[in-house]
């Protein structure tokens, strides 16, 4: 089992910024990759960003460039910094891990944290 708590949400005006940060714990050595998802009122749940256990980053297309993720390995921490906000930024965030153990895919998530962005 992975256990992950997000933290940093809140109210920004457009234009500012936010850190999100992500605390994994329990079987954290088999996770492959963490990533930040998204949804707002009325929309599916989309993906922001991940990043593997190699580094590696993807990004959905309308935060490239100003959104970066990021991750701590010595703290299990993975970070989503969030720079030039829009409104249109505005939802609950999730963070989420998934997990290969054989050949099975397990898929872990937080509990959510929102992120308004309104003047």
């Known amino acids: 089992q992975v256990q992950l708590v997000e933290s940093g949400g809140g109210l920004v005006q457009p234009g500012g910024s936010l850190r999100l940060s992500c605390a994994a714990s329990g079987s954290i050595f088999s996770i492959n990759a963490m990533g930040w998802y998204r949804q707002a009122p009325g929309k599916q749940r989309e993906l922001v960003a991940a990043i593997t256990s190699g580094g590696s980053t993807n990004y959905a297309d309308s935060v490239k460039g100003r959104f970066t993720i990021s991750r701590d390995n010595a703290k299990n921490t993975v970070y989503l910094q969030m720079n030039s906000l829009k409104p249109e930024d505005t939802a609950v965030y999730y963070c989420?891990?998934?997990?290969?153990?054989?050949?099975?895919?397990?898929?872990?998530w937080g509990q959510g944290t929102q992120v308004t962005v309104s003047s």
């Open positions: 989420n891990a998934v997990r290969v153990v054989a050949v099975t895919e397990y898929d872990y």
